[in-house]
């Protein structure tokens, strides 16, 4: 049985998912912010992982992606725009009846839905809301240094990743990262340089991974704006040519699967990423966009049903893509993440659309990904001021998720990377092993706790058994949307074997997590509280 198929189907009994490397050490971030050089070189360690970045770009109505279709104040507030006939989720919640390919991947535990995603003080302008998303920064008023951001949040973790590059001795023989776009986006920049490789159309790409030079044809006429800004293009992509062959071959020397519908550009796009994962290029990170989220007007109404024709075009799209990766053998080692500047205003506007809005629900999509729901249904009740949901989780602590637990990245270092700590959920089953060690310590172990299941009641328990090496040590129980429930331990531990008790008198009944964290390991489980 696989490791994957061993955790969908033993989450009664427990769930075990171990972190090797310096993931909790109270006095990393006071050393590594004196020492930078140091925290890039203690990060420069590969995976083997991937992932897949999905800019839904305009600004997605999450309401009407995941709907509550349960709350009588979103049928109010959407009037004819409102979604009546969703596909279920859970009970008050379903997806737009055009999603069947994340309906199927979700009722099969590989989609988590993180609801309300935004951050404070929220900007209703696609170009700056872009930005902040794109650099990991925040919207707040000076003083705050992180205000804005001329580096992007993927080009920093791959600047520290790869230090010196473009330096021939530190740079990789694959591309760091590829982007399927008009140009390299914000979220690339490095410190000093775009840290990916741009291709402005499936055309060129293969142009390219076909041995074509891609200078030939005419040259762009440089005497107007549109002329210069294609010649930007052209030169970015002349300075792929150094990874040609590599892209080439890997393209080369592997057929997609026929599972991809026609017609579909997010389809075609993730297509050539799958052939390329699949043909063995070693690239980290991929970049595609959806346009056509700005639905002011005639969301869904009309000849054509906008709305509808994005979100079903992008659900089965993802979902032929991960199926396509599995009979590859590669689904694995890849998770894919959605992200948008903004959601649409909750009250349908005039012209049967919907206005810049603030939070939104975002998507990660993969084997490997914890799924489910985390957080709690929109708060149609308790708008801000301007009539727009107020945000849950700051965008920040989903990228906070996948840097550590997709790869590897010391918290830590995290920091660094996004200008501040931000509490992370528990995204993904597994976070990659031996990323700045080389095994689980001696010493280092978590049981099952026991009893489990157990019941809440005046005398329940149960008893959460574990050994330490000794130092700085964790235990923190969370519900399985990412919430934390309480700390049982944090703090300096002696070396050896200990018990916690936890009576969690007041807790409905599920799943929870309950996760042990030292200076060089981490180790979580899963038990289940009963009334």
Do not use: C
């Not at 999450?62 to 004819?80: K, Q």
Request: charged share 20%; hydrophobic share 35%.
């Amino acid at each position: 049985m696989k490791r994957r198929d061993f955790v969908k189907t033993s989450i009664a009994a427990g769930v075990v998912a171990s972190t090797v490397g310096n993931i909790f050490d109270p006095f990393s971030v006071k050393a590594y912010a004196n020492a930078p050089s140091f925290a890039r070189a203690a990060m420069n360690a590969g995976t083997g992982r991937v992932l897949v970045v999905v800019q839904l770009d305009g600004g997605n109505d999450g309401l009407n992606t995941v709907v509550p279709h349960e709350d009588p104040i979103y049928h109010n507030l959407r009037g004819s725009l409102a979604i009546t006939n969703p596909l279920r989720i859970n009970d008050t919640l379903g997806w737009h009846p055009a999603m069947t390919g994340f309906e199927r991947m979700f009722n099969d535990g590989n989609i988590a839905i993180v609801q309300n995603a935004g951050y404070p003080n929220p900007n209703r302008s696609h170009f700056r809301s872009t930005d902040i998303w794109f650099t990991g920064s925040n919207n707040s008023s000076p003083p705050d240094a992180n205000t804005n951001l001329d580096d992007g949040w993927l080009g920093r973790y791959l600047d520290s990743r790869y230090p010196g590059y473009p330096d021939p001795a530190v740079t990789p023989d694959h591309p760091l990262a590829i982007e399927i776009g008009t140009t390299t986006s914000l979220m690339m920049q490095g410190a000093n340089m775009g840290m990916s490789m741009a291709i402005y159309d499936p055309d060129t790409f293969y142009r390219i991974i076909s041995g074509t030079d891609i200078s030939g044809g005419d040259p762009p006429d440089t005497s107007t704006p549109a002329g210069l800004e294609l010649e930007y293009i052209r030169n970015i992509a002349l300075e792929a040519n150094t990874y040609a062959k590599p892209v080439r071959d890997a393209a080369n020397s592997i057929t997609n699967n026929d599972v991809y519908p026609t017609g579909n550009d997010v389809a075609e796009k993730l297509k050539i990423v799958a052939r390329l994962i699949a043909g063995g290029l070693d690239t980290p990170i991929y970049v595609i966009s959806q346009r056509g989220y700005d639905t002011h007007a005639q969301q869904d109404s009309g000849g054509t049903p906008k709305h509808t024709a994005l979100l079903g075009g992008l659900s089965t799209a993802i979902a032929a893509f991960f199926d396509d990766l599995k009979l590859f053998g590669q689904q694995d080692r890849v998770a894919l993440m959605t992200m948008s500047e903004f959601g649409r205003r909750a009250e349908a506007n005039g012209t049967a659309g919907t206005d810049h809005g603030t939070a939104a629900p975002m998507f990660f999509v993969g084997p490997e990904v914890y799924g489910g729901v985390y957080g709690d249904n929109p708060a149609l009740n308790d708008l801000d001021r301007y009539g727009d949901l107020k945000h849950q989780y700051d965008f920040k602590q989903t990228y906070a998720s996948v840097l550590q637990q997709w790869f590897g990245v010391k918290p830590a270092d995290s920091s660094l990377l996004l200008k501040g700590e931000w509490e992370t959920l528990p995204l993904f089953t597994q976070a990659p092993v031996g990323v700045g060690g080389s095994g689980v310590p001696n010493g280092f172990a978590l049981d099952q706790n026991f009893p489990n299941p157990f019941s809440v009641s005046a005398q329940g328990s149960t008893t959460i058994r574990f050994s330490t090496p000794g130092g700085p040590t964790r235990l923190q129980v969370y519900n399985i949307q990412g919430r934390l429930v309480k700390t049982l331990v944090d703090g300096q531990m002696t070396p050896g074997t200990h018990e916690v008790r936890f009576a969690p008198a007041s807790l409905p009944s599920g799943t929870y997590l309950y996760r042990l964290e030292s200076a060089r390991a981490a180790e979580t489980r899963s038990m289940i509280v009963m009334k």
